[in-house]
């Protein structure tokens, strides 16, 4: 009787051990993805066009909307616009600011929504193009051909 309780303790010990290994469902191999290539940001003054901003009050806020073109020659990193508006006498009367989240690569287009509360002081607004290892030298264009995607 002992060897059969044996027998059957020892069974279960093994079954316990082994259960995880033969449960296991390995993992469908992924596509092998291109290794991601790290390009050196631009250092130096940057060219950036851009289109005549459109500027409009929805409910409390103004937003204004922007379309960017990079048109130096490498990526530029911790990309910036940053718009103020400014009462009669040239005080700071609100503004808002945009950060590109990743680098923003040469020839890319993106546009830009800005959004800020209305305030009645508002008179006139101005924007500050900025990178994070130069200047940039903005130059408004009438229009921008935004590349199609499929």
């Known amino acids: 009787m002992k060897l059969i309780q044996r027998s059957l303790a020892l069974a279960a010990a093994l079954g316990f051990l082994f259960a995880p290994v033969a449960l296991a469902q390995t ?20 060219t950036v066009e851009f289109t005549k901003p459109v500027t ?6 103004i937003e204004t909307t922007m379309t960017l073109k990079n048109t130096s020659p490498g990526p530029l990193a911790g990309f910036r616009l940053e718009e103020s508006w400014a009462d009669k006498s040239g005080n700071l009367a609100g503004g ?8 923003f690569m040469p020839g890319e287009v993106i546009s830009v929504k800005l959004i800020t509360p209305f305030n009645t002081r508002m008179q006139n607004n101005s924007y500050n ?7 940039v030298k903005p130059k408004a264009v ?9």
Do not use: E
């Open 96 to 103: 808002d600011t945009y950060r590109h989240p990743r680098p």
């Open 129 to 135: 193009f900025i990178h994070a290892n130069g200047d």
């Open 142 to 150: 009438p229009k921008i051909d935004v590349p199609k995607t499929n």
């Open 56 to 61: 409009k009050r929805a409910g409390a806020n």
């Open 27 to 46: 993992p469908a191999p992924a596509a092998t993805a291109a290794p991601r290539k790290l390009i050196s940001p631009f250092r130096g003054v940057a």
